[in-house]
């Protein structure tokens, strides 16, 4: 693959090996985020301990980039607190929203791999999905 | 029309004559035709003439540039509404096919269609030619009915009771499928439509320009088609419709140029086509869409048709050459236009669109604007390859190496 290709290895390996996909019938919450558009469909399903996530977990269908980004999410924000998540959350919208932001303005380091997504308007929204649904479960206004 | 015993046709010359893509020369295998084609020099350069020579307003001015620019643009009219085999003031500009399709629907359907009748679409239909109706039959307490499509998703005429009952007010619906590239039979139902008094509407998006379509030959009541799909400028649709209904129909824009006289309470429209061109005419992009009109002319549509569909073949016969491949739509690409779309079976069609592009292959990937059609089909969404005369062979196996990639990469 070319530099330019959004298929780096970290994000392959996310898409070949997910991590925390699976049942999410032990969760405290599930939100479900879906984009009609291509299809991407997913449940994010969330176990806290007190403000505490313990346990984050995903399941659906969807492309690459979608599953690889839910399973990216669940990494980054396992074992944060709801205010921690919520804001990393931001930090995500604004990285791939906001004019002038680069590679540096990254909210983790294990979402490196997603830097090279970010020229694709297209894919935004299979990159925000798993985000958007967890964002949903904190539950904060 | 026959397919030749082999493709004799030179697309070395059309893809010269269109700069963008002989400027990207082997680094873009453009394959979205379907969405929007590339515009060749002809048209380039009569948009470009319009605003360096002949820019005035159009059915406005005394003087000569006014003159000159009112004659190229009525030229421009005639030219279309030839290709087409419409009288010229059949022939109405407007900004799309989308518009043209809602001038239909508002401006000539709503006021008369009443609670109980029918409007019939077909399950293929792009969502610009079954929002305007579904909406329609929300608010006038109509029904929506729909032609479903066999196995292979040519149209199910066997089984659609009542398509031609006295309550069915309209049959809108395409010539080409742009996700299955699929040709329907329109004589067939214009003629069966025509003995009940039935209106048909076609959208022509598809075909007109890579095909030959007759209105007087189809006996159609309203056809649409746009520019930027044959060849032409965007921003640019066209309208014919019989005389009989454009005299019925209520124009949806109102200002000026369209209107005779003007008092403190009423107002007479022009006859047709002026009182469907409110505001000032664009000039320039009529000029482009005429242009595109000869360019395909110059080029011969048939032997540009010929080319496209063995292509298509070729496409067809190599995409089943893959493992794991699902291709929508008839196998014979006679029975199509150049516009194959297709599954790998376990990889996104995203996936498959963005890999094919990161190798230069331009395809589309998504619903295509045609939800009804993917919910059928138990799909979200499929890949498209969509052909033009200046694709060739290579264009199909750069293609084919790209979903060979494709399935390396998400095995």
Redesign the interface.
Known sequence: ??N????KDVL?DH?RNPRNRGDLSEADIVRRGSN?????DIDVGVNFDAETLAKVMFRGR????CLASASMMTETVSGKSKTDAHQLVAAMRNWFTAEGATADDRPADNLAALDAVRG?S??KR?VMLAWEALDEALEIE | MKIKPFDVFDSAPVLADVPLLAAAGESLHYLDNAATTQKPNAVIDAISDCYRQHNAPVHRGLYDLAENASQLYETARRTLAKFIGAASDQLIFTRSATESINMVAQGWLRPRLNKGDQIWLTRMEHHANYLPWQALCRDNGARLRIIELNQDGTLDLENCTGLYDASTKLIALTQVSNVLGVINPLKEICAKAAGQGIAVMIDAAQSVGHMPVDVTELDCDFLVFSAHKMFGPNGIGALYGKAERLNQMEPLLLGGGMVDHVSQCDSIWMPYPTKFEAGSQNLADALGFAAAVNWIRQHDMHAMHAHVTELTQYALDSLAKLNNVEIYGPRDAEQRAGIVSFNLTDV????VG??AG?RGVAIR???HCC?PLMQQLG???TARASFAPYNNRNDVDALIESLHAAQA??G
Do not use: F, N, W
């Open positions: 693959m070319s330019s290709s959004i298929y392959m898409y009609p558009r291509c299809g991407d969807g492309c690459s980039v694709h297209a894919r299979c | 996104h069609p995203h996936d963005q890999i990161e990937a998504g619903h939800q799909i979200a969404a990469l998400m």
